[in-house]
């Protein structure tokens, strides 16, 4: 087997991964013969959108007050369900909310449980300080949790296409889960009986550029 090393694989996978969010690149533009695209962007990988989308996005943890518009979360959200499904089933419940009351009302139940966290510098809620929140809710019984990650990252690349940050939350949803007194608000996304909350996806606009987190390459080889 041998590793791989250098980043030209790296991108190749990416594009990759990227087409598989080739619905993503619909909300813009983009379509056509995507093995030979796919190809020819390693070649030219610094004029290939979707590579550099894929490769700009970081999690991001500091947000401005700027809402976000209800047509770029309209548009983050149509990406996400154009995501592919086993069988097209969309094992998914999908809830934005940009609530202020909301988001800091259960926020006071997490600093009531996190006193600690709330005091750290630029606190402002518990959704890594985003002034918008994605829930996503699967099947209660385990299933469509694959499909739902790749409904993320067509919402997470999306988003980074449109000037705006991200950042994968479990942390938060576990909290959301285990605390008794969450329980109303997670009652308001109202999913549907046999789903359940499985992660959330902050959005805002960013207040930092944080640089990328080493990634080890050796984990992805050829067979030769
Ligand atoms: C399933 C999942 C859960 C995550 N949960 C959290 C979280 O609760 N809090 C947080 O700050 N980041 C969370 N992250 C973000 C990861 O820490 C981050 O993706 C990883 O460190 C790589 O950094 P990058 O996203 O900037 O490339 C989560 C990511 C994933 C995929």
Known sequence: MKTLKNWAFGL??????????????????QGGNAGADAADSVAASDKNAVIETIMARRSIRKYT??????????????????????????PWQVRVVDDAEYINGITEVYKKANPEAAGESGFKNMFRNAPAVIF????????????????GENMALAAQSLGLGTCFLGGPV?????????????ERLQFPEGYTLLYALAVGYPDESPEAKPRDASKAKFVE
Request: with cysteine; net charge negative.
């Open 12 to 29: 190749c996978l990416c594009g990759t991964v990227g087409l598989l969010g080739v619905s993503f690149s619909a909300c813009g533009a």
């Open 174 to 186: 576990r909290f959301m889960l285990d605390n008794e007194e969450c329980a109303p608000y997670v």
């Open 136 to 151: 996503i809710g699967s099947p209660a019984n385990g299933g469509g949790q694959f499909d739902c990650g790749l409904l």
């Open 65 to 90: 007050d700027q809402p976000v518009e209800r047509e770029k979360l309209e548009q983050i959200l149509e990406c996400g369900i154009n995501a592919p499904s086993g069988m097209n089933q969309q």
